[in-house]
């Protein structure tokens, strides 16, 4: 899969969600089908988890190469990641590499990543995922693992709040059969440019995506953006 230079610049979307709607689940069938999109590799502080292979899922850093990348200005955006157990951040050279080759680009993240992000490519297309319904998120989090009670409510209480999130992103994608979402996600990745004066109101896709109401609430930052 490569980019065509002749049709300018690739689009960079920005995918992200209250945890448990679906994301990985979303972009790892992007990648079962081959979608014709870029995957950013996100730096991590993590310890690799078994079958997880360096420079594909992740680039496992230490944190003083983590600190260093901060420093050098070499992370488009980076966060703390389930409360500061990690940090986590877009390594910026490759996303600009595959955008210049006129690829489309996907960065899937927390939406502290998604903020930083807006500060800095507001030309990029913000995409929401959404539930289906409220019941169904709390199923896909809770049907996950078996983990205690006051963790599935921590983690409720964190969904309600990312829910709210909508209305700072240009379109919402609600997740209802993963193959379709992930359909949607790759014409959204090739979609119409994005004009400035959309900005603000509703945007003209070419999907029955459900277009956010209002994105003027923006101004949310990030502690995590490097610039
Ligand atoms: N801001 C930001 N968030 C990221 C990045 N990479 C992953 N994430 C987010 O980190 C969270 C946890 O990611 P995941 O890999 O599922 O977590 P883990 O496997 O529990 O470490 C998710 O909300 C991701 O969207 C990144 O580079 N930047
Ligand atoms: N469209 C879908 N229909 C049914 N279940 C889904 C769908 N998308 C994701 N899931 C399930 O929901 C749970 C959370 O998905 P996951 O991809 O881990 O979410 P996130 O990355 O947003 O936290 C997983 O058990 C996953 O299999």
Do not use: C
Request: cysteine-free; proline content about 7%.
């Amino acid at each position: 899969m490569s980019g065509d230079p002749a049709h300018g610049p690739g689009r960079l979307m920005v995918l992200a969600g209250p945890s448990g709607v679906g994301k990985s689940t979303v972009v790892a069938e992007l990648r079962r089908i081959r979608a014709p999109l870029w995957f950013s590799v996100s730096a991590t502080t993590r310890a690799a988890r078994p079958g997880e292979v360096d420079g594909r899922d992740y680039h496992f850093v230490s944190a003083a190469e983590f600190n260093r990348m901060i420093a050098e200005g070499e992370l488009l955006e980076w966060a703390e990641i389930h409360g500061g157990m990690h940090r986590s951040g877009t390594p910026r050279a490759p996303v600009d590499e595959h955008l210049a080759a006129g690829e489309p680009v996907l960065l899937e993240l927390d939406l502290a990543g998604a903020r930083a992000v807006r500060g800095q490519r507001p030309d990029a297309l913000f995409v929401f995922l959404e539930p289906p319904s409220w019941e169904v998120l709390v199923d896909r989090l809770i049907g996950r693992g078996t983990e205690a009670t006051e963790v599935v409510d921590r983690r409720l209480a964190t969904a309600r709040e990312e829910l709210a999130a909508r209305s700072e992103f240009d379109v919402a994608v609600v997740n209802h059969d993963v193959g379709e979402t992930a359909r949607r996600l790759v014409e959204l990745s090739v979609g119409p440019p994005v004009d400035g004066a959309e900005r603000g109101g509703p945007r003209a896709v070419p999907t029955d995506s459900s277009p956010a109401p209002d994105r003027s609430a923006s101004g949310a930052t990030s502690a995590g953006a490097s610039e």
